[in-house]
């Protein structure tokens, strides 16, 4: 009789089969051009990388056409019954508030586990004075599939769909987007199977695209309201991946830092005055880089104090930003609305406390503070997470516990006027413009929160 | 410990110094040596193959800045999964711990006895109350098979700490996953 195995190896085996659903498929030479496209942003001929690309097609092809004879799904859009049908009652309600002036300019779509019935999922619209409306009460069953819909994955466009992704225990490759039309409940939701799928973006007029996987960054736009799909083939999507990055006005995704038209074809130059979406990439394809000579990974390795650098679209940087105090350190820049000013947060430390600033920078040098907030004893890492679409509107996050296990908080929310509110519970999931959400039909409405606590 | 040395099939030094100049067909090279360790160990930290695929995509934008200052290019594989794990471990972190972890309820077969197994589900189970570090440690350890001297020169600190952090960890893990 054969001696038992070692824990040691046990262990070693368990592992070994415990990762055998990693996403190990790569196209070396793409995932190469994307990670030097990233790592210094400019514009270039990429006819010859395009070339080498070629032969990586014919592997991911194949790499696909396994994938699909082993059970896995194309990427692809049809319709199934809808999800479960709302039927708890709306457990909490409170006067309508009456809008001064007309709809806020912008609204806020989260999604979250409902408190009272946790197999569903409520969709709620905010307004920037914090008063909620309840749109939807999704069950998070889908009939006829394995898949539960999941809360925190939401992702809103702004002509009002919004789609939720799932959770699956079967394996990693297998899950879905379920798109719900929320201007009209009774309109069937769509499903879009996603298996390997990385990532998925809504563009400004409500074309969703999906980058799939093990066919890297193979991107499909699919259009709910018709049904119609475009396969866009191979993109070199920002950051190497897997981030989709959709131009402002909807007219492509940045491809190779060049620009995908979304009805497909050849890609072409990214105007300098181009906007794009994710506030990551600035008007022409400028990008920001946190230096920081504390990080392991120091991104100006001759600079000595951190800064804010940005580089433009010809590959020329500029340094907005240079901490001169070590007590006060930039930790995170987005771009403003306009594509070309900063948003930029900086964690000021006095003792123990740490103070989340953020403040705007219209040109290098000038940092004009929109507002501060003091967290919590032992809280640290402040981070700005969203930005209303009128840059009038921050939240918050920051981190608490030990320095090797940290757990990430919602802060509060920061306005424009100096106030600061409670954030929303549960996952925000976009803006939509105040005028379409208040057509919605809704359920319910609920009051603003009352407490400033923070959220896990 | 078992002996989980991996046979060195690595690119030679020139190939590293070329990636490193910016030779792109160097650095696909690589890419296409090491990403499936890379992967395997951001897949053990995170328990996600979105989030692990993510976080070997940004560690391949690091190197890609930073092959230039690599001192040793012998320790090339060591060195990019330690950078895998370290955007693991962040990609934890900025999701604070929300990760989902995608696991197979069913272990691949051919292994054995049952018996001597330590099934996937247990693991998962297990390696999700771990603190990213130690995911971090276990996986550069059991899934990229360095050992406690090439942890130690990747994540700072001495071998024998290593060792004694990992002699801890797999004693937890002996507890735990035999009382499954």
Same mark, same amino acid.
């Given at each position: 009789?054969?001696?038992?195995?070692?824990?040691?190896?046990?262990?070693?085996?368990?592992?070994?089969?415990?990762? *055998?659903?990693?996403?190990?498929?790569?196209?070396?030479?793409?995932?190469?051009?994307?990670?030097?496209?990233?790592?210094?942003?400019?514009?270039?001929?990429?006819?010859?990388?395009?070339?080498?690309?070629?032969?990586?097609?014919?592997?991911?092809?194949?790499?696909?056409?396994?994938?699909?004879?082993?059970?896995?799904?194309?990427?692809?859009?049809?319709?199934?019954?809808?999800?479960?049908?709302?039927?708890?009652?709306?457990?909490?309600?409170?006067?309508?508030?009456?809008?001064?002036?007309?709809?806020?300019?912008?609204?806020?779509?989260?999604?979250?586990?409902?408190?009272?019935?946790?197999?569903?999922?409520?969709?709620?619209?905010?307004?920037?004075?914090?008063?909620?409306?309840?749109?939807?009460?999704?069950?998070?069953?889908?009939?006829?599939?394995?898949?539960?819909?999941?809360?925190?994955?939401?992702?809103?466009?702004?002509?009002?769909?919004?789609?939720?992704?799932?959770?699956?225990?079967?394996?990693?490759?297998?899950?879905?987007?379920?798109?719900?039309?929320?201007? *009209?409940?009774?309109?069937?939701?769509?499903?879009?199977?996603?298996?390997?799928?990385?990532?998925?973006?809504?563009?400004?007029?409500?074309?969703?695209?999906?980058?799939?996987?093990?066919?890297?960054?193979?991107?499909?736009?699919?259009?709910?309201?018709?049904?119609?799909?475009?396969?866009?083939?191979?993109?070199?999507?920002?950051?190497?991946?897997?981030?989709?990055?959709?131009?402002?006005?909807?007219?492509?995704?940045?491809?190779?830092?060049?620009?995908?038209?979304?009805?497909?074809?050849?890609?072409?130059?990214?105007?300098?005055?181009?906007?794009?979406?994710?506030?990551?990439?600035?008007?022409?394809?400028?990008?920001?880089?946190?230096?920081?000579?504390?990080?392991?990974?120091?991104?100006?390795?001759?600079?000595?104090?951190?800064?804010?650098?940005?580089?433009?679209?010809?590959?020329?940087?500029?340094?907005?930003?240079?901490?001169?105090?070590?007590?006060?350190?930039?930790?995170?820049?987005?771009?403003?609305?306009?594509?070309?000013?900063?948003?930029?947060?900086?964690?000021?430390?006095?003792?123990?406390?740490?103070?989340?600033?953020?403040?705007?920078?219209?040109?290098?040098?000038?940092?004009?503070?929109?507002?501060?907030?003091?967290?919590?004893?032992?809280?640290?890492?402040?981070?700005?997470?969203?930005?209303?679409?009128?840059?009038?509107?921050?939240?918050?996050?920051?981190?608490?516990?030990?320095?090797?296990?940290?757990?990430?908080?919602?802060?509060?929310?920061? *306005?424009?006027?100096?106030?600061?509110?409670?954030?929303?519970?549960?996952?925000?999931?976009?803006?939509?413009?105040?005028?379409?959400?208040?057509?919605?039909?809704?359920?319910?409405?609920?009051?603003?929160?009352?407490?400033?606590?923070?959220?896990? | 410990?078992?002996?989980?040395?991996?046979?060195?099939?690595?690119?030679?030094?020139?190939?590293?110094?070329?990636?490193?100049?910016?030779?792109?067909?160097?650095?696909?090279?690589?890419?296409?040596?090491?990403?499936?360790?890379?992967?395997?160990?951001? @897949?053990?930290?995170?328990?996600?193959?979105?989030?692990?695929?993510?976080?070997?995509?940004?560690?391949?934008?690091?190197?890609?800045?930073?092959?230039?200052?690599?001192?040793?290019?012998?320790?090339?594989?060591?060195?990019?999964?330690?950078?895998?794990?370290?955007?693991?471990?962040?990609?934890?972190?900025?999701?604070?711990?929300?990760?989902?972890?995608?696991?197979?309820?069913?272990?691949?077969?051919?292994?054995?006895?049952?018996?001597?197994?330590?099934?996937?589900?247990?693991?998962?189970?297990?390696?999700?109350?771990?603190?990213?570090?130690?995911?971090?440690?276990?996986?550069?350890? @059991?899934?990229?098979?360095?050992?406690?001297?090439?942890?130690?020169?990747?994540?700072?600190?001495?071998?024998?700490?290593?060792?004694?952090?990992?002699?801890?960890?797999?004693?937890?893990?002996?507890?735990?996953?035999?009382?499954?």
């Amino acid at each position: 009789m054969p001696d038992r195995p070692t824990f040691d190896a046990r262990l070693a085996d368990a592992f070994e089969r415990y990762v *055998h659903a990693a996403p190990v498929g790569v196209d070396a030479m793409a995932m190469t051009t994307a990670a030097s496209v990233a790592a210094l942003p400019r514009r270039s001929d990429w006819s010859s990388a395009r070339l080498l690309l070629a032969a990586g097609l014919l592997l991911a092809g194949l790499i696909a056409a396994s994938f699909v004879a082993t059970g896995g799904h194309p990427l692809g859009l049809f319709t199934v019954t809808a999800p479960s049908p709302v039927t708890s009652p709306v457990h909490q309600t409170s006067p309508a508030p009456t809008l001064a002036g007309g709809a806020p300019a912008w609204e806020a779509i989260y999604v979250r586990t409902d408190p009272i019935d946790s197999a569903s999922i409520d969709v709620v619209a905010v307004r920037p004075d914090g008063e909620e409306r309840l749109l939807r009460r999704i069950g998070t069953a889908i009939k006829g599939s394995d898949l539960l819909l999941s809360p925190t994955s939401g992702r809103g466009s702004e002509n009002g769909w919004l789609a939720l992704g799932t959770t699956s225990f079967r394996d990693s490759f297998h899950g879905a987007w379920v798109l719900f039309d929320l201007a *009209h409940p009774s309109r069937e939701s769509r499903i879009v199977p996603s298996d390997g799928e990385l990532t998925a973006r809504w563009s400004s007029d409500g074309l969703f695209a999906v980058a799939g996987n093990p066919c890297c960054w193979k991107v499909e736009i699919l259009d709910p309201r018709t049904g119609a799909s475009t396969d866009l083939g191979k993109i070199g999507l920002f950051g190497g991946g897997p981030s989709i990055v959709w131009a402002r006005d909807g007219s492509g995704i940045l491809d190779f830092g060049r620009l995908m038209p979304a009805q497909g074809g050849k890609d072409i130059d990214v105007d300098p005055d181009l906007l794009f979406a994710d506030r990551r990439v600035g008007a022409g394809f400028r990008a920001i880089d946190i230096c920081s000579p504390d990080q392991t990974y120091n991104l100006c390795p001759s600079a000595t104090e951190a800064r804010v650098r940005v580089t433009n679209s010809k590959g020329t940087k500029t340094d907005w930003f240079v901490s001169r105090n070590p007590n006060e350190q930039p930790v995170g820049a987005i771009f403003a609305n306009d594509g070309r000013s900063l948003l930029v947060t900086l964690d000021r430390v006095s003792g123990q406390r740490h103070t989340a600033v953020i403040g705007r920078m219209d040109n290098p040098g000038h940092f004009l503070q929109l507002g501060m907030f003091d967290l919590p004893p032992g809280a640290w890492g402040p981070e700005l997470g969203q930005v209303d679409p009128s840059d009038s509107i921050y939240s918050l996050w920051y981190l608490e516990g030990s320095t090797d296990n940290p757990q990430s908080v919602m802060g509060p929310l920061l *306005h424009a006027d100096g106030t600061i509110s409670p954030a929303p519970r549960g996952t925000f999931a976009g803006y939509v413009s105040g005028q379409l959400a208040e057509s919605w039909p809704a359920l319910g409405e609920f009051g603003p929160p009352q407490s400033a606590s923070p959220q896990p | 410990m078992t002996d989980l040395t991996i046979p060195d099939t690595s690119p030679g030094t020139a190939t590293v110094r070329l990636a490193a100049a910016g030779d792109e067909r160097a650095f696909a090279h690589l890419v296409t040596e090491y990403h499936p360790s890379m992967a395997r160990v951001a @897949y053990a930290i995170t328990g996600n193959a979105d989030t692990a695929a993510d976080a070997v995509q940004a560690a391949w934008v690091i190197a890609w800045r930073r092959l230039g200052g690599l001192r040793d290019h012998g320790s090339v594989r060591a060195w990019l999964v330690a950078i895998a794990a370290n955007e693991a471990r962040q990609q934890i972190r900025r999701q604070g711990g929300r990760v989902i972890l995608d696991i197979s309820a069913t272990d691949l077969p051919g292994r054995g006895d049952p018996a001597d197994g330590i099934a996937t589900i247990d693991l998962a189970r297990v390696i999700r109350g771990l603190k990213p570090d130690d995911r971090a440690l276990l996986a550069l350890r @059991y899934v990229a098979g360095l050992d406690s001297t090439e942890i130690a020169a990747q994540l700072g600190g001495s071998a024998s700490g290593v060792r004694s952090r990992l002699a801890r960890l797999v004693e937890r893990l002996r507890l735990e996953l035999d009382h499954a």
